[in-house]
C-alpha cells in the first residue's frame, strides 16, 4: 500500500489557502500512485491560531471536510483528513455521535476510496504547556479503527504521542497502523523524533506522522514528516519545507516482525 504524508505549508487562520493546498497535496499524491493520504493536525487553520478557532470551526459534513471528502472520491484515494476544529453542536444537529452536545474539538476524519465516511477521531490529549487548546477544546472520548489495504488502522494526534498507554489500547485493539497528523513545532526537534519511532519499535506497528510546516505568532512547524515501520526503521522522511513523503507499507511486514521478536507476548498487565 502506497501511503503518502502530505506535509504542506499552513498559513494562521488563511483558511481558503490553506484547504486548497491540502486538496492540491490530495490531486498530487493520487497522481503519483498513493493509495492513503495524510494531512497534518488543524491544516485548514492552523494549531496555533486559537483566536479564529470558533469563528472557523466546523461540523464534520462542512466545507472543509467536504472538499477532502470530494477529492478522495474524485481520485479513489482514501484521507484522513488530518484535522479540523469541529463545532459539536453542528455535527450533533446533522445526527453525528459527539462527546458533549456543544463546544469544539479538535477531529480528523477517515474518508475511504468512494468518498465514504468510515472513522472520526477526537484529539484524547489536549496540549497544556502554556497552550489554550485545554481551554477551548473538547476531548475525545472513543478509539475508532478502520480496516484499509489489509491493515487495522487506528489515529491519534501530535500530543496524543506522549502518551504510550493510548498506543497499547490501539494494539490490543488489532491497530497494525497508526497515522498521526501533527503540528509540532519547534524547538521540539529530538522529542519529534524519538515518540513516533519508540511507539513504531515498543507496539510493533507501522507509525505515519504528519506534521506541517509554517510560521505563527509564537511558533515554528518544523515539518520532518516520517513513515516508520514496525523496527522503528524512517522509510521515508522530510525536512522543513512543504513535500510529498510517500513509502510502501505492507501489512505482512508487521506479521513477521511480531512472530520473529513476539515481545509483545511477553508483557505483564498486572503488577503488585
Known amino acids: 500500500m502506497r501511503l503518502t504524508l502530505a506535509q504542506i505549508a499552513v498559513e494562521p487562520a488563511a483558511v481558503s489557502t490553506n484547504v486548497g493546498r491540502a486538496i492540491d497535496a490530495i490531486d498530487r499524491a493520487a497522481a503519483n500512485g498513493a493509495d492513503l493520504v495524510v494531512l497534518p493536525e488543524l491544516f485548514n487553520v492552523g494549531y496555533f ?7 472557523h470551526a466546523e461540523g464534520v459534513e462542512g466545507e472543509t471536510l467536504t472538499a477532502v471528502r470530494e477529492a478522495a472520491a474524485e481520485h479513489g484515494v482514501a484521507v484522513l483528513a488530518g484535522s479540523v476544529v469541529e463545532d459539536l453542536a453542528a455535527s450533533a444537529t446533522a445526527g453525528i455521535d459527539v462527546p458533549v ?24 490529549h489536549l496540549f497544556g504547556y502554556g497552550s489554550a487548546e485545554t481551554d477551548l477544546l473538547e476531548p475525545g472520548q472513543h478509539l475508532p479503527t478502520v480496516d484499509f489495504a489489509g491493515f487495522t488502522v487506528g489515529v491519534t494526534t501530535c500530543y496524543d504521542l506522549r502518551f504510550p ?5 490501539l494494539v490490543d485493539d488489532g491497530v497494525t497502523l497508526t497515522l498521526v497528523p501533527s503540528a509540532w513545532p519547534y524547538p521540539r526537534v529530538e522529542h519529534w523524533k524519538l515518540f513516533p519511532k519508540a511507539r513504531a519499535v515498543e507496539n510493533q506497528l507501522y507509525v505515519a506522522a504528519a506534521n506541517g510546516v509554517g510560521s505563527f505568532e509564537d511558533a515554528e512547524l518544523l515539518g520532518r514528516s516520517t513513515v516508520y515501520d514496525p523496527w522503528g526503521t524512517a522509510l521515508a522522511s522530510s525536512a522543513d519545507d512543504p513535500a510529498l513523503v510517500s513509502a510502501t507499507v505492507d501489512p ?14 511477553d508483557r505483564r498487565t498486572e503488577f503488585r
Open 165 to 169: 498507554e493510548l498506543y497499547r489500547r
Open 49 to 55: 491560531a486559537f483566536d479564529s478557532y470558533a469563528r
Open 252 to 265: 505482512e511486514r508487521v506479521t513477521a516482525i511480531r512472530e520473529e521478536f513476539p515481545a509483545l507476548d
Open 101 to 124: 452536545e456543544d463546544g469544539l474539538a479538535n477531529t480528523a476524519v477517515f474518508f475511504d476510496r468512494d468518498g465514504t465516511r468510515r472513522a472520526i477521531y477526537r484529539k484524547h
